[in-house]
């Protein structure tokens, strides 16, 4: 039976009671129709690089999502300016091969989400962002199987509440299985507005200004590379889940409480967003810290405080605990206690 250690980017987790690939979309929906009627739990996954699972494993039937196509409805009779590309993609797509084939075809508005890993299905379940885009800015619609009401439902974007790292998928979890995403990208040859100082410092524009597709999605993949933020098999920094804590949306009181050199960005709804790298590091957790009790197989990344990752042979209770003490220690240094942004499986912070 496959482990799901071996599904998961964190290389953490245990064995499934059952396993299923699910390779079609009348597949998926019966894997889980079948399961759902016996009762059984059901952990959907596609590339395993958002998930921490329990040493135990899971005690039920993983879906693994591995469908596939790519249809393209692309406008060619206008000018620049007003064609369109009306995209629609299997979940179990590999999503950083959507993006490259996007960028090679003129599809603008995904060229800064270049180098996530996982699956096309699961970017709508916390709405991926990277690098000043997130994916519900191009994102039509979705399908998906509600397991509730068991019939297949189609959600205009607008009826899918994104938000930061959010959507009504991850706020009802595993009631919705995302069968396809259709995407409505303009078509061009330069990459949508760069809102990121990073990125647009990298690329030599100003902040606003547009830069060709390909070498938009070349600086997003080398500043992700030295940040240990593209899957390396070979480098420990990215034995992770990506960014293990959300930035932290603060009060005006708890915001005004922070060291006067915290970042900080006004939100339209009067909140403030902060930077949980810079939290965590400010606490006294630098770069590749770990502690006694979490032990020497896992650590911050060397290169980005933001992940936790597995040194090799770690398990799950050692990561919990590394990011216990962070979360923990952030929240006594700051008062403001850091959310995980990983799906827990049978475990919890
Ligand atoms: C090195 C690294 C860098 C990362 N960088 C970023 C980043 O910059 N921005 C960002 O937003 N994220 C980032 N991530 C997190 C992760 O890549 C994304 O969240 C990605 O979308 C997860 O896709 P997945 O297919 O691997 O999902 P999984 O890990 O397999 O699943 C995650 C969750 O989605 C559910 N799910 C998966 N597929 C489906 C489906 N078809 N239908 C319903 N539910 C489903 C699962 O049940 C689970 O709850 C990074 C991760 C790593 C390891």
Not at 158 to 182: I, M, N, Q
Not at 206 to 211: D, L, V
Not at 306 to 332: P, S, W
Request: aromatic content about 6%.
């Amino acid at each position: 039976m496959p482990d799901l250690r071996d599904h998961t980017s964190l290389r953490l987790g245990g064995p499934a009671r059952r396993w299923v690939e699910a390779t079609t979309e009348d597949e998926l929906v019966a894997a889980v129709s079948a399961a759902d009627e016996a009762g059984e739990p059901v952990l959907v996954l596609g590339g395993g690089s958002n998930l921490v699972v329990a040493d135990d494993g899971f005690p039920g039937t993983v879906v693994e999502v591995a469908t596939r196509g790519v249809t393209a409805d692309v406008d060619a009779s206008g000018g620049p300016s007003c064609s369109g590309a009306t995209v629609t993609v299997a979940a179990g797509e590999d999503w950083d091969q959507l993006v490259a084939e996007a960028v090679r075809r003129g599809w603008v508005g995904i060229e800064a989400l270049s180098g996530i890993p996982g699956s096309v299905g699961a970017t709508p379940i916390q709405n991926v962002g990277a690098y000043g885009q997130e994916v519900s800015q191009t994102i039509a619609r979705v399908r998906v199987w509600d397991r509730v009401l068991r019939g297949v439902r189609t959600f205009a974007a607008s009826e899918c509440d994104f938000g930061y790292r959010a959507s009504r998928f991850k706020a009802d979890p595993g009631r919705h299985v995302v069968l396809d995403v259709t995407f409505q990208f303009r078509q061009g040859s330069l990459g949508a507005p760069v809102r990121y100082a990073e990125l647009a410092r990298t690329l030599g524009v100003a902040e606003g200004g547009r830069a060709p597709l390909a070498d938009v999605r070349a600086a997003v993949l080398d500043l992700r590379r030295g940040k240990g933020m593209v899957l390396d098999p070979v480098d420990h920094d990215t034995w992770s889940a990506g960014s293990f804590f959300t930035n932290p949306f603060l009060t005006a009181e708890q915001v005004a409480a922070l060291p006067d050199d915290a970042p900080r960005w006004k939100q339209p709804d009067g909140t403030w967003k902060s930077s949980a790298a810079w939290l965590i590091d400010r606490a006294g957790f630098g770069k590749g810290w770990t502690s006694p009790a979490a032990g020497e197989r896992v650590r911050l990344s060397t290169k980005h405080t933001l992940a936790l990752t597995n040194r090799g042979g770690a398990t799950t209770d050692e990561l919990l605990t590394l990011a216990r003490e962070v979360r923990d220690g952030v929240r006594d240094a700051f008062g403001v206690t850091l959310v995980n942004e990983p799906v827990t499986v049978g475990c919890s912070l």
